[in-house]
């Protein structure tokens, strides 16, 4: 069974620090991931996907896959209390027919 | 990214009715949906994957009686609960993807609740 495990939480955070989001995935056959961030009551929303090993930048958000470890995590650097939030891993197989695998989620609280 | 719409955003219903939930993907061709639930303080979990002009693949423990789902076309999937209880109260959410394309695109969900 594909697996995607993550820390709940709530993972607290100063605001302007450097907030740390880990995943590990247990199908080595995943090639798309993702970080999703969900706020209370409202769909998720896509925050970075990454395809291949190394880091991905954008803005404040930095992904970081590494295959041979199954591993993926997100950087948020001089966190924003509006990015409180809980945020999702996914995964997935090459394919658009394919559905995502999401982990439980890590919840984030930055504190101003 | 592509819009994908969802409707309605928020029902209620009385306990044995009917309701249907509606997805369109609006500046794509939507090849697959997938519907999620989501309880509180859960993660979205998988329901059912549907293919424009097939049958829905059903999750295992998803009743297909219950949450009929309809893609007849490859803008619009419908999810409809039927012989809605208060255990279906949830949050549903319906994603959509294209082929060759790896993201899916998430409407912005339904809160059901069945009194």
């Known amino acids: 069974q594909k697996e995607v495990e993550q820390n709940s939480g709530p993972l607290s955070v100063p605001e302007g620090a450097i907030a740390s989001l880990n995943c590990t995935y247990s199908?080595?056959?995943?090639?798309?991931f993702f970080w999703y961030r969900q706020y209370s009551g409202k769909s998720p929303e896509l925050i970075m996907s990454?395809?291949?090993?190394g880091d991905k930048e954008d803005g404040r958000f930095t992904a970081q896959l590494n295959k041979a470890s199954q591993y993926v995590s997100l950087l948020i650097r001089d966190s924003q209390p509006s990015d409180s939030a809980t945020y999702l891993c996914?995964?997935?197989?090459?394919?658009?027919?394919?559905?995502?695998?999401f982990g439980k989620g890590t919840r984030l609280s930055v504190i101003a | 990214g592509a819009v994908v719409s969802q409707h309605p955003s928020r029902v209620i219903c009385k306990s044995g009715t009917s309701v249907k939930i509606e997805c369109r993907s609006l500046?794509?061709?939507?090849?697959?949906m997938f519907w999620y639930r989501q309880f509180p303080k859960q993660s979205l979990m998988l329901m059912a994957t549907?293919?424009?002009?097939?049958?829905?693949?059903?999750e295992q423990g998803v009743e297909k009686d219950k949450f009929l789902i309809n893609h007849a076309s490859l803008t619009l999937s419908t999810l409809t609960v039927t012989s809605a209880h208060p255990e279906d109260s949830s949050f549903y959410i319906c994603?959509?993807?294209?082929?060759?394309?790896?993201?899916?695109?998430f409407g912005q969900g339904t809160r059901l609740t069945v009194v």
């Open positions: 996914a995964v997935r197989g090459n394919s658009g027919n394919t559905p995502l695998v």
């Open positions: 990454i395809y291949s090993n």
């Open positions: 549907s293919n424009e002009g097939s049958k829905a693949t059903y």
């Open positions: 500046d794509f061709q939507a090849t697959t």
């Open positions: 994603s959509a993807s294209q082929t060759g394309f790896t993201e899916a695109f």
């Open positions: 199908d080595r056959g995943s090639q798309s």
